[in-house]
């Protein structure tokens, strides 16, 4: 018995994190392999020089001029004007999240998602101690109208978590279907006349196949849906921890109520506007990413196996009938991907062209 006042309900907790194994090739997190040019690397370092003279200040807690540059990079990568003032941001998508959940979940109210998708929801509904209720998806990993509504009916959810594409299957959620589950949740609130926040996790959009859209095509017609986004993934600053949303002014407003005071450093802030002065850069960097990713997919269907088709920067193949033993085959050969997903299914991350020739050997030999 320890001294401690632990919390009863984190007795069987342990944190959550993907190994971080010192090994050649890591395809394990759904990184963008390819480190920042010497030209942003020179860019972020004079925008941290600017913010450390001042340093003896708090930064910008409102991040006026980031949340500008976030702007104008949505209307160029998606075509949508989106006004700063219905911005948010904050350290990754991960903190994003909690914001959201800690302003419309809580005690008392339930938190909707469908599995398998990204591991970390269940543990920030479990942080704001809201239900953690996971409906299913569809054998072929896409959502169920009829489930949805089910779910969401019986539940009466303060927060719906939708990723698109989602992790770890990389399928993308079309708009139809979500314009269908937006009128659901127009209704499925926790209280009568109140909606569920539908929140679309975007964290790898940027990796979408051509004709696949993105939900900020909707959010004005939506002041109940919200569009998450991070610099992570497509815009290889992982490092970083930056993420941010988009949403009505009344959403945005309750997340200010919950964040911490001065959450975004000012060293992050210049580091981020730094990154954002450079996506130009990255199209070509995606457009690469994607055309490799559609050729380890047809790699991996040649070798006999199963893949979901992705919009996204990874690919979830199989299946085994012991997928540790594989996933420790790839490993002790020098490549780390991730067991995750439903049983039988592992997920590799789209690397280097090196890094997924090295993927495609270790798995043949193992295989
Ligand atoms: C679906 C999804 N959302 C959010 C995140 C977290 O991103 P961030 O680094 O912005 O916290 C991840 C990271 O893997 C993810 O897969």
Redesign the pocket.
Known sequence: MSILPYRPEFANESPYGAPQLDVPVCLN??ENPYPPSPELIADISRGVAAAAAGLNRYPDRDFMELREDLSAFLERESHVHVDPANIWAAN???EVMLHVLQAFAGPGRTVVSFAPT?SMYSEYARDVSATWVAGARTDSFELDLDEVRSVLERERPGVVLL?SPN?PTGTALPQEQLIEILDIARHTGPEPGQASLVVI?E?YVEFRRDGVSSALELLSDYPYMAVSR?M?KAFGA?GL?L?YLAAAKEVIDQLTIVRLPYHLSALTQAAARACLAHSDQLADQIAKIREDRDSLVEELGALGLKTVPSDSNFVMFGTFADRHAVWQGILDRGVLIREVGPEGWLRVCIGTPQENAAFVAALKEVI
Do not use: E, P, W
């Open positions: 997190v759904n990754g998508s991960n990204y990723t992790n996790d964290a991070t992570s992982a921890r993420g």
